[in-house]
């Protein structure tokens, strides 16, 4: 079983009373309903502090996509303006894993490490992604390793925009023709869960990636997991958690 990573640790300030968290908008300009739904969310939440955890674009290619007028723009549009209501905190994805500082300072965004414990409400809340845990999807954990390592991804982000737009292409394609195959997505992986809420000394871990909203026990521990949005689908999938002081709800956004 892997190391436990690094945990950095984030103290809630006095002041937030709300906390929300969102994971898997797999944001695209193909899907403008979504998009649509999480501007009205960013607009309209009542939270002192929102945390996206990964996956809020469906591919991000680099930073200078967002500096010319396009869909990585509007969403950076959005970010701003959210910023003078909330705290906003983002943490990568499998999918956007190339979201950089640059945009992230334009935007008034914290840029969080994988994993992360929140202090909040006298608890401590280990926040990740979640792709790092599901060890049993080794196709994706090679690939992970791959393209998480700088030298990779300096050479990536060294090719003009439009090549590495159309290496996103075919990236996609091929996880498209994933999805609609038999083969079923690996979950995360209990104990491993487990060892980095005893690491991080963590009665709750709360991540996305899976796309299987649920609450899973273990032992005195709880694994708490995200929903993906998709606001076209029949019913759409929308959904916020949010913490409050004694309280932990699912909204359902759609």
Known sequence: MPAVPPIAELQAPPSWR??????DLHLQSSEPETFEAWRAYMGSTPADAVFILGDLFEVWVGDDGAQEPGFAADC??????ASSRHALFFMHGNRD???GEGFMRACRTTLLQDP???GFDGKRWLLTHGDSLCLADTDYMKFREQVRAPQWQREFLAKPLVERRAIARGIREQSESHKRSAEEYA???????LAWMEAADAQVMIHGHTHR???HALGLWRRTVLSDWDAAA???RMEAL???PGSVQRIALS
């Open 18 to 23: 709300t906390v929300d968290f969102i994971s």
């Open 76 to 81: 950076a549009a959005v970010l701003q303006a």
């Open 97 to 99: 894993f190339l979201v």
């Open 116 to 118: 992360t414990v929140l």
């Open 187 to 193: 979950d995360v992986d209990s104990a491993e869960a």
């Open 213 to 215: 909203p649920a609450e």
């Open 234 to 236: 029949v019913p759409g």
């Open 242 to 244: 949010r913490l409050t």
